[in-house]
T-cell receptor
Framework: EPEVTQTPSHQVTQMGQEVILRCVPISNHLYFYWYRQILGQKVEFLVSFYNNEISEKSEIFDDQFSVERPDGSNFTLKIRSTKLEDSAMYFC????????????FGPGTRLLVL | SQQGEEDPQALSIQEGENATMNCSYKTSINNLQWYRQNSGRGLVHLIL?????REKHSGRLRVTLDTSKKSSSLLITASRAADTASYFCATPTGANNLFFGTGTRLTVIP
């Protein structure tokens, strides 16, 4: 069964450094998402991406964040200058349909900013 | 804004018992979804119920939706130790994204 994959599984970085989190969505899906979950808290939406552009973003997704689909398979989240409060689990998700239909989540990347 | 709030926050039961979790939300929706999250892992989609449905089954899962009360419940029958996880309801918000509730942490004791 196809699944969403994410790399790396864990990332430790120093405050102020740039990180790139990578995702390979399910191949026939058209909608792509990033969410994050701070330890012990709820899953929060960051950004959705469709047709090679951002379709929606939350207040969390400020100028320090960017997303890219550099080729036909990868979907990346870049944090330009990490802050301590960026420490969280970051989940990529993809869906065949938009409009709040079922989304399929990857296993996550645990980011720790020191 | 959408708010999915589950209760209870935590639930501990014996293997073989049924587990019921509830979710409330605030605004109109076209569907409601339940996801499971094993500790430190990704979210797994369990079931989607549409606003014109009142009840839906999938294996040992039974989901109900009451749009007049803006609430949903997830029932897991004959629970197993492997059902130990956090369970979240999620509702569509905005154009495409999902709003997740705070989750119920279920522990099934063997």
């Amino acid at each position: 069964e196809p699944e969403v994959t994410q790399t790396p599984s864990h990332q430790v970085t120093q405050m102020g450094q740039e990180v790139i989190l990578r995702c390979v969505p399910i191949s026939n899906h058209l909608y792509f998402y990033w969410y994050r979950q701070i330890l012990g808290q709820k899953v929060e939406f960051l950004v959705s991406f469709y047709n090679n552009e951002i379709s929606e973003k939350s207040e969390i997704f400020d100028d320090q964040f960017s997303v890219e689909r550099p080729d036909g398979s990868n979907f990346t989240l870049k944090i330009r200058s990490t802050k301590l409060e960026d420490s969280a689990m970051y989940f990529c998700a993809s869906g065949r349909d938009g409009g709040g239909e079922t989304q399929y989540f990857g296993p996550g990347t645990r980011l720790l900013v020191l | 804004s959408q708010q999915g709030e589950e209760d209870p926050q935590a639930l501990s039961i014996q293997e073989g018992e049924n587990a019921t979790m509830n979710c409330s939300y605030k605004t109109s929706i076209n569907n409601l979804q339940w996801y499971r999250q094993n500790s430190g892992r990704g979210l797994v989609h369990l079931i989607l119920i549409r606003s014109n449905e009142r009840e839906k089954h999938s294996g040992r899962l039974r989901v109900t939706l009451d749009t007049s009360k803006k609430s949903s419940s997830l029932l897991i029958t004959a629970s197993r130790a492997a059902d130990t996880a956090s369970y979240f309801c999620a509702t569509p918000t905005g154009a495409n994204n999902l709003f997740f509730g705070t989750g119920t942490r279920l522990t099934v004791i063997p």
